[in-house]
Each structure stands twice: as C-alpha cells, then as structure tokens.
C-alpha cells in the first residue's frame, strides 16, 4: 500500500502500520487518505501525523482499484474559444490543487455520428471518477444519460440551467447582456448593432434573447443591416464588421456575443477612421485578456468561467478536497456575470 520506504526498518510503511501508530482502525486511515468528513479533527491530525512519521504515501493504484475508478476527472469540450477553454481549466486546477486528484482533458467532435461511442469506449477505458461537460455539448442530453449508465458522476457547464443542481453550474447571460444593452439604451443609442455566436450554442441563443428583451424594453427593434452572425472568433468579428459599418449610416452601437468578435469589429472601425466610442461603441462577452489588450480597452460582461471551473470540480469531487469544498444545498449553481465598463462605451456623438 505504499511507495516509500521506512528509514528506519528498511520496510515500506503499510497502513497497518499507520494505523497501530495512530492508535486507530485501518479504515479510519483509509477515511483520512481520502479526505471523509465523518471524521474528527483530533483523529485526523493523529493519522496525518503518523502518515508523515513513516513516511507513508498511498498506493494510488491500490485506491483506484477500491473505489473501482482512477482519480480523475475529465473535462470533455467542442469550443471554438480556446480561452474560455484555458480559464475554465484553471478553475479546476485551482480546486483540485491539494488534493490526490488529476484533470485529463478530451475534445471532442459534437457534430460525429460516433460521439457517443467514442465517449463510452473513452470512459470505460479511462475510469474517471466524473466528467465536465463545456458548452456546446453539455446541452447533449444523450451525452449525460451515458455517463449515468456508466456511473461516471457529471456536471453540465451552461449559460442557463439544463439540469438539477447536482448536474449543472451555470451562468445569467441571458439577464447580464440585457442589463449590458440596456447601459447603452441609457447613454442615448438606438440604433443598435449584434452580432450572434454561432448556431447550435446555448450561450449564442441566450445572449440573444437578451439583446432582444433590452431593445423591446426600449421599444427598439433590430434591423437585418445591424444583424451579422459569427462563431466566436475574430475573423467572423471582421467580416460582421464590414458588414455592419458599410452601411451609410452605420448604427451607433454594437453588442458582440464575445471578445473575440467584438476586438474583430474595432479592427474594421479602425480601418473605416470609425472612432471608437466617439462613433460607435462596442461591448463584448467574456472579459477575457483580449478585453485589455486592445485599444480602447473593451467594456464587456465578466462571464465568471474560472469560478464556474471551481465549483464544477467542487460539485463532481467535493468529499476528495476536504470539508471545506462541500457545496451547501442552498447554495445556487447560478454563477452571476457581471457587466464591466471600460474605455469602449459613450454617449453617441449623433443618432
């Protein structure tokens, strides 16, 4: 059961051994090695520190093969924004940092007729304790019903709730971008521009939904020559832009479904000698780097992906990081975003 030797019998140190040490029963060691909260804190400081006296290291194939999986979690994504991915796999890192756990990380192709066998082959294989589903695919029913069939405990990542609280964290897009437009309805637009996200993704069609809300709210409508439809990346930015600002009169305004679109559409108003906000100003989604990188500096929505990372990881593996990583129930899987307002909003000069 272990992989260290004990100095001073040249034995390796077993978790008998630990266990008569700290005065204890083996399983109450097993409990302490894998973080149970039904334990006090008086034994548990008696168990660790005989653990560090011997030297003892759990055999981390000896634990997988009790609990019947490896210490893994895995975080299963088809997305478009490598960034959004980056952050999110942060999040994890953060909540997993201390503990005996690993992230292994599989993108996949939501559009492949075989998806959900190379999923089932992927986690037989694999034995994860549980698997994080990123957007577009965590909207996969089909997808989740398998990891229940295998016994691989999930948890959904959305822009709105697509399951119980046991299965989901997500995020108010919907509500945050129609605060965001409706900013822009105060400072004086009306004549708006948006550019969607791409077809098929929960997060596109509920920041829509509130683009949409803000204006009716107002009394406002789209126009088709203010509509353009992206898939996130900077490149379908550019081509919204030069759709959009070609026009003889351009709107004053335009709500991007991301940062990456929106750094796209400054970069077409910069070539055009549109000023940016003195002509037109701009929000994004995300509040990613890019948001700061750019000139004027983006005001966009802070959708809170790390945090949602940590909670996930907290929500699939709580009892193997301790009992401060326990998620109350009263505590909501709804992770708010907030609206960030930078150098990229102004009053319109004309409308």
């Given amino acids: ?33 894998n973080r149970s909260e039904f334990i006090t804190e008086k034994t ?11 030297g003892f290291v759990p055999n981390p194939q000896a634990r997988a093969l009790a609990f019947r999986r490896n210490f893994l979690i895995a975080l299963l994504h088809d997305n478009p924004n490598p960034q959004m991915v980056l952050n999110f796999q942060q999040g994890v890192l953060d909540a997993i940092k201390d503990s005996d756990l690993a992230m292994i990380v599989r993108p996949v192709d939501r559009g492949s007729d075989r998806l959900l066998d190379d999923m089932r082959t992927f986690l037989e294989k694999q034995r994860p304790i549980g698997a994080m589903l990123l957007p577009p695919i965590s909207e ?6 398998l990891c229940d069939e295998l016994g691989v405990r999930y948890v959904r990542i959305g822009s709105a709730l697509l399951d119980d609280a046991r299965h989901c964290v997500s995020s108010n897009d919907r509500e945050v971008v129609a605060e965001a437009v409706g900013k822009l309805i105060d400072l004086g637009h009306r004549r708006i521009g948006f550019v969607r996200g791409p077809a ?11 683009f949409h809300e803000a204006l009716a709210q107002a009394g406002l409508s789209l126009a088709d020559e203010n509509f353009a439809a992206g898939n996130y990346r900077f ?11 070609s026009q003889p ?3 004053t305004a335009i709500f991007c479904s991301n940062d990456e679109m929106a750094a796209g559409v ?3 108003a910069h070539d055009k000698g549109i000023r940016v906000p003195g002509d037109l100003s701009i929000i994004g989604f995300d509040d990613s780097p890019t948001a700061t990188h750019i000139w004027p500096a983006l005001s966009t929505v802070r959708w809170p992906i790390r945090e949602m990372g940590m909670r996930a990881a907290r929500t699939l593996v709580a009892e193997f990081l301790g009992p401060e990583a326990k998620i109350a129930e009263s505590d909501s899987p709804v992770l708010p975003s907030t609206f960030i307002e930078r150098q990229s909003v102004a009053a319109p000069a004309r409308n």
């Fill in 140 to 145: 996969n029913d089909e997808l989740a019903a």
């Fill in 200 to 210: 098929g993704f929960r997060s596109a069609a509920e920041r829509e939904k509130g």
């Fill in 44 to 54: 548990r400081k008696a168990v660790q520190q005989a653990i560090e006296t011997l």
């Fill in 235 to 245: 490149a379908t930015g550019v081509e919204a832009g030069r759709k959009i600002l």
């Fill in 249 to 251: 009169a351009p709107p």
């Fill in 266 to 268: 400054i970069s077409v």
């Fill in 1 to 33: 059961m272990a992989t260290r030797t004990n100095g001073k019998s040249g034995k390796q140190p077993t978790i008998n051994d630990v266990a008569a040490l700290a005065g204890v029963s083996k399983k109450t060691v097993s409990r302490v090695i």
